[in-house]
């Protein structure tokens, strides 16, 4: 008589495993299919590596709102060689990150958050995008390129790999008599990184971010200097008749400069004064 083992859980379905008398043991996989509006379970044989890769697959046909119906190993090994279709290319992580940046993200964010996505997708490039190097063959000095990382190869122990190049290898005019690079950079690094693959776990490209989980890097505090009442009166007094209303509703309410040159009359509540 069988034996069930353990099962393991996933977001899309589960695999579970049954050990039989003989000591022999195969994994199967369940999931609910809501075209069938049925459960469906699907033996893997006695190999759980193929039970997690057809797993991975039906998830992201799920992502992808495509038809759930996966092939088995054996039924692939079935189909004879030659007509089968060739899996679609990976996306490397940097030529992911372009295209969703130009394509997807550039409009629908504000014009200030696109400029600083690239100048983090400048920085990244040059650490986990194609490079070139040279390589001596038959005595031969020889460039050849090297591939950029993939979008699963961003891990926690790459990234932080990542952090320490990225400040050893800052470029600025005035060269190493500039300050080094902030914590606030390195995490603006890390959250447009963190953006790019929890985009490509939407789109059904990766399983989980591999970044989920490496914390940020903690920012030092600085501590805030706030204007006195006298110097509050001397900036009133002194500012240009025009920007007179727009400096107290600025003190007063403790807006910012973008919310303030966006207000209407509609946006003025006369009744109760407020804003």
């Known amino acids: 008589m069988a034996r069930k083992l353990g099962k393991r859980h996933r977001r899309f379905g589960r695999i579970y495993s049954r050990k039989w008398a003989s000591g022999r043991v195969n994994w199967y996989v369940v999931w609910y299919d809501r075209a069938q ?22 998830e992201r046909r799920i992502r992808l709102k495509l ?27 940097i030529e992911y990150a372009t295209k969703l940046l130009e394509e997807r993200l550039a409009g629908s964010l504000a014009k200030a958050t696109v400029t600083l ?14 490079s070139t190097r040279t390589v001596e063959i038959a005595g031969k000095k020889v460039e050849e390129t090297v591939p950029g990382a993939a979008l699963d190869a961003i891990t926690p122990g790459e990234f932080q790999k990542y952090r320490v190049w990225r400040r ?3 470029r600025s005019p005035q060269g190493a008599k500039t300050k080094p690079l902030s914590e606030a950079t390195l995490n603006r690094d890390h959250g447009f ?18 970044l989920r ?37 600025a003190i007063f309410t403790g ?9 209407t009359w509609a946006d003025v509540d006369f009744e109760r004064g407020k804003v």
């Open 67 to 93: 038809p759930a119906t996966v092939p088995t190993q054996a039924e692939l090994m079935s189909v004879p060689r030659g007509t089968e279709s060739a899996p679609a290319a990976t996306p490397s992580f």
């Open 168 to 170: 050893a290898a800052r």
């Open 193 to 210: 990184a963190a953006t790019v693959l929890h985009h490509a776990v939407a789109d059904g490209l990766l399983v989980q971010s591999p």
């Open 213 to 249: 989980g490496l914390k940020k890097l903690r920012e030092p505090r600085k501590p805030r200097r706030y204007l006195t009442k006298r110097e509050l009166g001397l900036l009133i007094e002194k500012a240009p008749k025009r920007f007179k209303a727009l400096l107290l509703a």
């Open 37 to 58: 509006k049925r459960r469906v379970t699907r033996a893997m044989g006695d190999n759980r590596e193929d039970a997690v890769t057809f797993l991975n697959e039906l």
């Open 255 to 263: 807006a910012r400069k973008g919310e303030l040159v966006r207000l």
């Open 117 to 130: 996505y690239r100048c983090n997708l400048a920085a990244l490039t040059g650490f986990f995008g194609p």
